[in-house]
């Protein structure tokens, strides 16, 4: 598999997709400042997405706090759960019909299984995987039971993983990491879709939140490279269009490390009490990436 960037008659159109189970950190402040400009730069639409999509870690006050911290930081878009737009919602947990609606499709083109393995044996997230921790490789014991697929009217009570084409090379052209190959079945196996908790996993309803908002380029941080891999058979099994991807450089702190959410000295609102200006954050990231440009 080939995936060719989509070559983009369509009007640009970019997203943020924050998750709003922590406080935005310097990392996403580089990342999305990136993709703010470069949806200025093509004249198009930028959208914010709210990927609340977990119920036990998502919390209100944290999707405020992204918000106003983007805000802060200068970043404007035309479409997001506080500005409305014509893909609303744009908070993940009110879009369960949407990705029901791709469960079923993906049942009915054989493309997914019900796993019953147990819980212990399978930890899986429903959020993005980071560097380190990513989705484990799954054995492919409940392959076997791909036929019992559509027996299933509801995702409920079962793990749901794509089968995924053994050895195939999922390859794209990246525009900023460059030419990137992963190994089906090697570099990552049959990845979950919905989780037993009946929480529709993050590849999934990234996967069809990215075609119904119209999204024309991803850009989000090189951790995520991987799934873009996951989610470009995702995107052939559904016949969806193949957007374009950016994936950003990632942030470490001073001893190398990636910054995560538990750096909260490096999160925005700690940086902002701390009497730096949006200009400082900026300069921080542009000393970090050399793709961030400040105006
Ligand atoms: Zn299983």
Same mark, same amino acid.
């Given at each position: ?47 914010f ?19 106003? /911290? ?6 404007r878009w035309q479409e997001g759960p506080d500005v409305g737009g014509?893909?609303a919602?744009y ?18 083109? #054989? ?35 791909? #036929? ?36 089906? #079945?090697?570099?990552?196996? /049959? ?31 090189? /951790? ?24 950003? /450089? ?46």
């Open positions: 598999m080939d995936a060719v960037s989509a070559t983009q008659p369509l009007p640009y159109r970019g997203r943020l997709a924050p998750s709003p189970t922590g406080l935005l950190h310097i990392g996403h402040a580089c990342t999305f400042w990136i993709a703010y400009q470069r949806a200025i730069a093509r004249n198009g639409t930028l959208v997405r709210n990927e609340d999509l977990d119920p036990q870690r998502s919390k209100a006050e944290f999707a405020r706090a992204m918000i106003e /911290d983007l805000h802060w930081l200068g970043i014509p893909f919602p908070e993940q947990s009110a879009r369960r019909a949407l990705y029901l609606e791709t469960w079923r499709r993906l049942r009915d083109g #054989g493309f997914i299984y019900p796993c019953t393995c147990s819980r212990k044996d399978l930890a899986t997230s429903a959020t993005a995987p980071n560097e380190g921790d990513d989705e484990p490789l799954y054995s492919g014991r409940c392959r076997t039971r791909i #036929g019992e697929a559509k027996r299933y009217d509801s995702p409920r009570g079962v793990n749901w993983r794509f089968l995924v084409p053994d050895n195939e090379t999922i390859a794209f052209d990246d525009q900023r990491q460059g030419r990137q190959r992963y190994i089906a #079945g090697g570099d990552f196996s /049959d990845f979950v879709v919905w989780r037993r908790d009946d929480v529709p996993a993050y590849q999934l309803a990234v996967v069809a939140d990215d075609a119904a908002m119209q999204i024309t380029e991803i850009i989000r941080g090189a /951790d995520l490279l991987k799934s873009t891999a996951r989610q470009l058979l995702l995107i052939r099994a559904l016949g969806l269009p193949v957007p374009a991807y950016y994936h950003c /450089d990632l942030v470490r702190d001073e001893a190398g490390a990636r910054l995560a959410k538990r750096h909260d000295a490096l999160s925005l609102r700690a940086l902002r009490e701390h009497g730096h200006t949006p200009q400082d954050v900026l300069k921080m990231c542009a000393s970090q990436q050399s793709n961030c440009t400040i105006r």
